[in-house]
C-alpha cells in the first residue's frame, strides 16, 4: 500500500514535518514516526489514509515492479 520510504518522500515533495502530516491526515505524529523509522506496521485503513492525504495534495505512488523499486512522484 506505502512504504516508510515512500511516506519520508512524499512528505518530501509537498514539504511537510510529520506534524503537518499527522494535522492534515488525523494519524498521530508518533504513529506516523513509528512507521517511518520501521517500529510499527499501521492497519491497512491507516495507511489508506495517509495516502489518500498525499494523494489530494497531488503526490503520485509508483509501485515497485521488475525493474524498479516503488517511489513516488508530484503529479501535474
Do not use: Y
Not at 515512500?6 to 514539504?15: E, F, H, S, Y
Not at 492534515?24 to 489514509?49: D, Q, W, Y
Request: glycine share 8%; net charge positive.
Amino acid at each position: 500500500m506505502i512504504t516508510p520510504a515512500q511516506c519520508r518522500a512524499a512528505r518530501g515533495l509537498v514539504k511537510w514535518n510529520q506534524k503537518e502530516l499527522a494535522a492534515k491526515s488525523g494519524v498521530s505524529s508518533l504513529a506516523i514516526n513509528r512507521f517511518e523509522c520501521n517500529k510499527s506496521s499501521p492497519h491497512n485503513a491507516t495507511l489508506k489514509v495517509i495516502r489518500d492525504t498525499f494523494e489530494a495534495a497531488g503526490v503520485l505512488f509508483i509501485d515497485a515492479d521488475e525493474e524498479a523499486g516503488a517511489g513516488v512522484r508530484l503529479g501535474r
